[in-house]
């Protein structure tokens, strides 16, 4: 990370707090969701400020692919959850709000909604229903 970077400066990923971090290795680090959409929502960032999957290093993507795995296989064991919606925000455009690269990690329960059918289509509720 560059400190002289006012990117870097602000971003709240590049400052969180030692007592927030659930897993780390040397490259990647996951905190729980500060606005969680389910009991377990996990964060999964990169250590580096980059702003894009498509900007992380072969290995910065394979710590991300690792740490999702241990993650999963944690929340499953502490949560018992039914599925899971893993989600990236890659770009203004696709409503990326931190511009510091991060996977959610959404553990999904049997009764949290009406009908999951679709899952993260539902961004565009209009083309959601596709299976009628």
Not at 5 to 11: A, H, I, K, L, M
Request: proline content about 5%; aromatic content about 8%; hydrophobic content about 40%.
């Amino acid at each position: 990370m560059n400190k002289n970077d006012n990117t870097v400066n602000v971003c709240p990923f590049c400052h969180i707090n030692d007592n927030q971090i659930i897993y780390q290795d040397d490259l990647v680090m996951s905190i729980r969701d500060g606005y969680p959409l389910s009991v377990g929502h996990t964060l999964i960032i990169p250590k580096r400020h980059i702003a894009s999957l498509f900007d992380a290093t072969d290995e910065e993507q394979m710590a991300l692919l690792q740490a999702l795995r241990t993650l999963k296989i944690e929340l499953t064991q502490q949560y018992a959850p039914d599925g899971y919606n893993i989600g990236i925000n890659d770009g203004l455009a696709a409503g990326q709000t931190v511009l510091h690269l991060h996977i959610h990690l959404i553990p999904r329960y049997t009764g949290d909604c009406t009908d999951p059918r679709g899952g993260v289509r539902w961004i565009f509720p209009e083309k959601a229903v596709y299976w009628l």
